[in-house]
């Protein structure tokens, strides 16, 4: 079921697999994926879903904007107490990957401020899902 769609973006939900996935697909990061990022994070604590899969593998963030697009509107949108925890994958390029795994991961719990909040980077949408669903 689609729940939000602009021509970059769009956030479906599987009642099957109780999970949100935002597919974006421009060449960058723009305010398009900042408003399909605000409206996942709103339905994941309307609907009770806790898991969300981030399709950014052909636009992956620059390694200078990590935290601004994905990890600080994590941090925002989320309350400090969830009623349960919350499991996200991000779908990257290889290099990326490489980066995002060398770099931020030790930040990843200082900047969510949550242990109800696991999330993780994947190169492949079917390790991604076979994660979140295993969540």
Do not use: C
């Not at 995002?100 to 696991?118: F, H």
């Amino acid at each position: 079921m689609t729940l939000y769609q602009n021509p970059d973006a769009s956030v479906t939900y599987a009642p099957g697999t109780d999970m949100l996935h935002l597919s974006y697909s421009a060449s960058q990061l723009t305010v398009s994926f900042g408003q399909a990022y605000q409206v996942a994070l709103e339905e994941m604590l309307r609907q009770n879903v806790g898991k969300l899969l981030l399709d950014l593998k052909r636009n992956a963030p620059s390694v200078d904007d990590t935290d601004e697009w994905v990890l600080e509107p994590l941090a925002r949108a989320l309350p400090a107490e969830l009623p349960h925890p919350i499991f996200i994958a991000a779908v990257l390029t290889e290099g990326q990957y490489q980066y995002q795994i060398g770099s931020y991961l030790p930040s990843i719990g200082a900047t969510l401020g949550s242990d109800q909040i696991e999330f993780n980077y994947f190169t492949s949408r079917r390790e991604a899902s076979a994660w979140l669903s295993g969540s």
